[in-house]
């Protein structure tokens, strides 16, 4: 049973090699997985079509401050006009020769430059500039987010793979042992028995490294999606992922660089003024407007009128007496979203304060995990190298030497992924403070 199950645990390592033989096989630095991402993000992609809306929405805006011109015609058919025209010479019966209109024709071209329009067409202009600011500047925090969600998903990946590496050195360590083991059993230095907690150690090695395989491979796939690249794409990790930790500045250091560095605080600052600006020109409905006019109208009413040349310039004045009654709605609006906004910049700055904090001391806890971990990592391996000592000279039992290496297994595992989430620890407390870099 032992030989048969170790046939089949070769047999499915020697199928997942020859797949991965067959996938696209690329090495990615993390700089380069962001690069990558953040260009092939969907959710970007949404966030530049708000920008080019908010555009369009600031090009609408400079419109309305631009002359209009308008040209109008229409013909008519009358049905039994009367038509008295005091103009004419009255008849010899006393009456007024007045013949009938049985059709008409006009025409009339308009302009309208605004002149004076209380300031609506000046606050709506900048505040559709604040407006594409606050969208540009929404779309760079969506960028820190995408660039750190990439980053756990490449973290993940190297754990995964270092986790491999592990278990295939202690498995091929673990297979010598039982070689060596079967023949200490055929010579009758040690008991069947023995050998077979050997081979157990073994076999659960083979299904952890199984594990961690299947790990790897989810992760791949989780990446290749984030990174727009084919499913088959297998991504080798950067060796020097975790080579060096920076040392953490004083937490007052971070919450200083996020004041002055968020790009959701100066996209909220922003929408602010476009806010104000609202409220300007929601007062500025309840004032009159005054435009320069001029036209052009031309008409024709067959056997009795013809106007032709009648152009027309001069100043028009525009004021909603119901103002004087009505409540100004919009006013109301615009106040209402001013305080949201105030309200939205008061919670944000407490967000701030508290994920600086959080993530501050996530980032030193990771980084004393690791000292931790280093030096369980050196004492489990020291105390392999003694059990194993002891046992080769009949001192420790079968037992005690497996316990001792799956020991020193878990330790040097704890040490790699200690030091790959401080790495990510990091990155985090960066991108909360909105300095994480995406180059």
């Given at each position: 049973?032992?030989?048969?199950?170790?046939?089949?645990?070769?047999?499915?390592?020697?199928?997942?090699?020859?797949?991965?033989?067959?996938?696209?096989?690329?090495?990615?630095?993390?700089?380069?997985?962001?690069?990558?991402?953040?260009?092939?993000?969907?959710?970007?992609?949404?966030?530049q079509?708000?920008?080019?809306e908010?555009?369009a929405?600031?090009?609408?805006?400079?419109?309305?401050?631009?002359?209009?011109?308008?040209?109008?015609?229409?013909?008519?058919?009358?049905?039994?006009?009367?038509?008295?025209?005091?103009?004419?010479?009255?008849?010899?019966?006393?009456?007024?020769?007045?013949?009938?209109?049985?059709?008409?024709?006009?025409?009339?071209v308009?302009?309208?430059?605004?002149?004076?329009?209380?300031?609506?067409?000046?606050?709506?202009?900048?505040?559709?500039?604040?407006?594409i600011?606050?969208?540009?500047?929404?779309?760079?925090?969506?960028?820190?987010?995408?660039?750190?969600?990439?980053?756990?998903?490449?973290?993940?990946?190297?754990?995964?793979?270092?986790?491999?590496?592990?278990?295939?050195?202690?498995?091929?360590?673990?297979?010598?042992?039982?070689?060596?083991?079967?023949?200490?059993?055929?010579?009758?230095?040690?008991?069947?028995?023995?050998?077979?907690?050997?081979?157990?150690?073994?076999?659960?090695?083979?299904?952890?490294?199984?594990e961690?395989?299947?790990?790897?491979?989810?992760?791949?796939i989780?990446?290749?999606?984030l990174?727009?690249?084919p499913?088959?794409?297998?991504?080798?990790?950067?060796?020097n992922?975790?080579?060096?930790l920076?040392?953490?500045?004083p937490?007052?250091?971070?919450?200083?660089?996020?004041?002055?560095?968020r790009?959701?605080?100066?996209?909220?600052?922003?929408?602010?003024?476009?806010a104000?600006?609202?409220t300007?020109?929601?007062?500025?409905?309840?004032?009159?407007?005054?435009?320069?006019?001029?036209?052009?109208?031309?008409?024709?009413?067959?056997?009795?009128?013809?106007?032709?040349?009648?152009?027309?310039?001069?100043?028009?004045?525009?004021?909603?007496?119901?103002?004087?009654?009505?409540?100004?709605?919009?006013?109301?609006?615009?106040?209402?979203?001013?305080?949201?906004?105030?309200?939205?910049?008061e919670?944000?700055?407490?967000?701030?304060?508290?994920?600086?904090?959080?993530?501050?001391?996530?980032?030193?806890?990771?980084?004393?995990?690791?000292?931790?971990?280093?030096?369980a990592?050196?004492?489990?391996?020291?105390?392999?190298?003694?059990t194993?000592?002891?046992?080769?000279?009949?001192?420790?039992?079968?037992?005690?030497?497996?316990?001792?290496?799956?020991?020193?297994?878990?330790?040097?595992?704890?040490?790699v992924?200690?030091?790959?989430?401080?790495?990510?620890?990091?990155?985090?407390?960066l991108?909360t403070?909105?300095?994480?870099?995406?180059?």
């Amino acid at each position: 049973m032992k030989k048969i199950y170790s046939s089949i645990v070769v047999l499915g390592f020697s199928a997942i090699g020859i797949t991965a033989q067959a996938q696209a096989k690329i090495l990615l630095t993390l700089d380069e997985a962001v690069r990558l991402g953040i260009q092939n993000s969907k959710n970007l992609k949404i966030d530049q079509a708000k920008i080019e809306e908010a555009t369009a929405n600031y090009l609408e805006a400079k419109n309305n401050r631009l002359p209009s011109l308008k040209v109008s015609g229409s013909a008519l058919a009358l049905g039994n006009a009367n038509v008295d025209l005091k103009v004419l010479k009255p008849s010899e019966n006393g009456g007024s020769a007045a013949p009938k209109a049985n059709s008409a024709f006009y025409g009339n071209v308009s302009a309208s430059l605004p002149l004076y329009t209380g300031g609506k067409i000046k606050y709506g202009i900048q505040s559709a500039e604040y407006l594409i600011e606050a969208s540009k500047l929404s779309t760079e925090n969506d960028k820190l987010a995408i660039a750190y969600t990439i980053s756990q998903a490449y973290n993940n990946l190297f754990k995964a793979s270092q986790q491999i590496k592990v278990l295939e050195d202690n498995l091929t360590a673990s297979q010598k042992r039982d070689e060596s083991f079967q023949k200490l059993e055929n010579n009758g230095i040690i008991a069947r028995n023995d050998k077979l907690k050997a081979n157990l150690q073994t076999s659960n090695i083979e299904l952890q490294l199984l594990e961690a395989n299947n790990n790897f491979n989810i992760a791949n796939i989780n990446m290749d999606i984030l990174l727009g690249l084919p499913d088959a794409t297998e991504i080798e990790i950067d060796p020097n992922y975790i080579s060096e930790l920076t040392e953490n500045q004083p937490v007052s250091f971070y919450l200083n660089q996020a004041v002055s560095q968020r790009k959701d605080v100066q996209a909220l600052d922003y929408q602010r003024r476009a806010a104000e600006l609202g409220t300007k020109a929601a007062k500025a409905e309840s004032l009159p407007t005054i435009a320069l006019t001029g036209g052009y109208v031309a008409a024709e009413i067959p056997k009795i009128l013809t106007i032709t040349n009648a152009a027309n310039i001069g100043l028009g004045i525009q004021y909603n007496i119901d103002n004087l009654w009505k409540k100004n709605s919009s006013l109301m609006r615009a106040t209402a979203t001013e305080k949201q906004l105030s309200a939205s910049n008061e919670l944000l700055t407490d967000q701030i304060k508290l994920e600086i904090n959080r993530d501050y001391q996530n980032s030193e806890f990771a980084k004393r995990k690791i000292t931790v971990y280093e030096k369980a990592a050196a004492q489990a391996n020291e105390n392999f190298r003694v059990t194993k000592n002891k046992f080769d000279n009949g001192l420790a039992t079968i037992t005690e030497l497996l316990d001792a290496d799956t020991a020193q297994i878990s330790a040097n595992v704890n040490v790699v992924n200690a030091k790959a989430d401080a790495a990510l620890a990091y990155r985090k407390l960066l991108q909360t403070t909105g300095t994480l870099t995406l180059n």
